[in-house]
């Protein structure tokens, strides 16, 4: 589905991303992994249309993206739920999941997908009228996660979903992550808390300074602490 080879990304003259290389095939969970500044949130925004990459190539299923305008990607099926969430806080919970209809598709059907949104995330129904700039950090991301969906994409990005949240809300998240993947949605995540990411992913590339440094199976990654120990300082 997602296919991205030798990309480079540079701010100014600062050069941030060199030679990244990954694929997402339909129904996986991928995980991008690595230290602070190696490019994750980077790669995530190009593929998003957010940043223009200097060079190298983003297919989606089948087409080339690299470049394209971020409203032209979201027309084809990428939703990009980004790191700090980035709710409208003054708007209640329920505005904020219709805002993430953008394609004339998913606004067809906007009425089903919020009553699915409310069945993953029951607290989100009860506090459907609440500001979300008045939820808990948790349930913000239950809101940032939902307003990704309702866009009903081919591919959901998620960067860094357990940001500042306490342990039993990650598990939580994790949870639904791993429900997406049951009902067959494709997910790339970004995520700084590397045993649950690989616990939930089915393949894993980890980045270092900007370059693919290694990828494979994400259980063979989660069992390797020399490789842990040496691009992710666990």
């Known amino acids: 589905m997602l296919h991205i ?14 030679d990244v290389n990954l694929r997402v095939e339909q129904g996986e969970i991928v995980t991008l992994l690595g230290g602070n500044g190696v490019g994750k949130t980077t790669t995530l925004k190009a593929i998003s249309g957010l940043v223009k990459p200097r060079s190298g190539s983003i ?54 997908t919020l009553r699915q949104m409310f069945r993953m995330f029951p607290i989100l129904e009860e506090r459907r009228k609440q500001h979300a700039g008045l939820l808990s950090g948790g349930q913000q991301q239950m809101v940032a996660i939902a307003r990704a969906l309702m ?45 649950q990411a690989l616990s939930v992913a089915d393949r894993g590339y980890v980045l270092e300074e900007g370059e693919t440094a290694v990828e494979g199976d ?7 602490r020399q490789l842990q120990e040496a691009y992710l300082g666990i």
Do not use: C, W
């Open 59 to 112: 297919m989606f299923d089948g087409t080339q993206i690299a470049g394209a305008p971020s409203h032209h990607i979201a027309r084809l099926g990428i939703a990009h739920s980004p790191e700090g969430r980035r709710l409208f806080g003054n708007l209640s919970v329920q505005e904020n999941l219709e805002l993430g209809a953008v394609t004339t598709r998913a606004r067809r059907v906007a009425d089903q």
């Open 5 to 18: 080879e030798s990309l480079a990304v540079s701010y100014g003259r600062a050069k941030v991303l060199f």
């Open 151 to 195: 866009a009903k994409p081919k591919l959901l990005v998620l960067d860094e979903p357990s940001l500042g949240l306490a342990p039993k809300i990650v598990t939580e998240v994790f949870e639904a992550i791993s429900t997406l993947r049951e009902e067959g949605m494709t997910v790339l995540l970004v995520e700084q808390n590397v045993a």
């Open 218 to 224: 994400a259980q063979e990654l989660l069992a390797d």
